[in-house]
């Protein structure tokens, strides 16, 4: 299988603001804003990676199996990785001797946390607490919800490492920069922001840019200098032809085996018939055809980072991953809430920036609809192509 570059970065490799926040002070509170490609879990890893070395007791806590998965991989051997829901299931009934609550739920699914239920049991635990606590790495922390971190601190945790951006928020359930520093009794001026983005090419930021929601409290990155690439490109094709989507993605990973191609589905059932094409279609290639893999919430992942292939995901699984190019399908399959439609624009800047290199997305012939309307319409920024 072909390998790819997958590897944290040296600290001699860090840029100012950056090092500005790796050397932050290992105790207290802490959090580091900044958009996609500024580095925010490359630094939490390297704080991983400090109190490793350092062998102190600390956690590492992602959104979900898929960036676990990642983290891990970047890392090397050792990190201390979980699921910030896994990991407070167990920890919090292992401190209170008390489950956690949850809230009733039709059917087997899964159950959500009862947060009120939870404050009650803190409230009712000793004044002299349980002795001391591990260090906490969160990434992503604007996913997890403000009631988490309050309970947090009611458990008696006081040492956080959290990177956050208030602009990639794709959960029902997540919290605010000024949550998470009221929660965590942060001041404003100490929380660092990031501007510079080392990950996405020139053509890749400036999509990304136009889905940004204009929110303040997370700015977006500075664009990189302008370089020549391929400007991202939108593909219509009728509907029942996507065998020759699946051919155009292959003969795309053909190009260069070592790269690994994101392909990101607005829902299971687009997953799920993305997959089956890949992975049926037939074509012929130069080289061996790629490693075709995927991933549903919830499942443990298996994802090979480090070497070449196509992973088709869900949208909301791709948080905090990095792929060379990413492929947007079916985007006419998004939703767009008319009262809200920063909801699907959030959602898009998140899909995009984990580009480094390429995007590309695909769209059903007469299908765009309400996404239409959030789409750029200068060719600079997106072309469209009116067949494959």
């Known amino acids: 299988m072909a390998k790819r570059k997958f590897e944290l970065p040296g600290i001699q490799d860090l840029g100012k603001d950056q090092e500005a926040a790796r050397a932050l002070p290992k105790e207290g509170q802490h959090l580091i804003i900044g958009g996609p490609g500024t580095g925010k879990s490359v630094l939490a890893l390297i704080r991983a990676r400090r109190h490793q070395r350092e062998r102190h007791d600390y956690r590492f ?48 699914g899964f159950r959500e946390i009862d947060w009120h239920g939870v404050e009650e049991i803190i409230q009712e635990l000793p ?41 990639q928020q794709i959960t029902e359930a997540n919290s605010s920069r000024k949550e998470i520093e ?24 400036r999509l990304a840019r136009e889905f940004h929601t204009r929110d303040p409290a997370s700015p977006p990155p500075d664009l990189p200098a302008p370089a020549p690439g391929v400007v991202p490109l939108l593909y219509y094709y009728d509907e029942g032809r996507i065998e020759v ?31 089956e094409a890949l992975r049926s279609a037939e074509v012929r290639l130069d080289n061996p055809r790629p490693a075709i893999a995927t991933y549903h919430m919830g499942e443990r992942s298996e994802v090979s980072f480090d070497e070449g292939g196509i992973l088709v995901i869900n949208a909301q699984a791709c948080k905090g991953l990095e792929f060379d190019t990413v492929v947007l399908a079916d985007i006419d399959e998004h939703l767009v809430r008319r009262n809200d439609p ?37 060719p600079e920024v997106l072309r469209r192509k009116e067949d494959l």
């Open 61 to 108: 806590l992602v959104f979900n199996h898929l960036l676990d998965r990642a983290s891990g991989q970047l890392f090397g051997d050792g990190l201390e990785s979980r699921t910030w829901i896994g990991w407070f299931l167990k920890g919090f009934e292992k401190q209170t001797g008390r489950p956690v609550p949850r809230l009733a739920s039709e059917g087997k």
């Open 127 to 167: 004044e002299e607490g349980s002795g001391p606590h591990p260090f906490l790495v969160i990434d992503e922390g604007q996913d997890m919800p403000p009631a988490f971190y309050t309970a947090l601190a009611g458990l008696g945790f006081d040492r956080f490492f959290v990177v956050a951006d208030q602009n």
């Open 182 to 205: 009221d929660c965590l009794a942060i001041d404003p001026d100490d929380v660092i922001e990031l501007r510079q983005n080392y990950r996405n090419h020139y053509r890749v930021a």
């Open 245 to 275: 989507v699946a051919r155009g993605i292959l003969r795309l990973a053909d190009r260069d085996p070592c790269q690994l191609i994101g392909v990101l589905a607005p829902n299971n059932r687009v997953r799920e018939r993305y997959l």
């Open 342 to 378: 920063d909801v699907t624009r959030r959602l898009f800047y998140v899909m995009v920036a984990r580009a480094r290199e390429r995007v590309f997305l695909f769209m059903k012939r007469g299908c765009g609809g309400e996404i239409d309307k959030l789409l750029p319409t200068d």
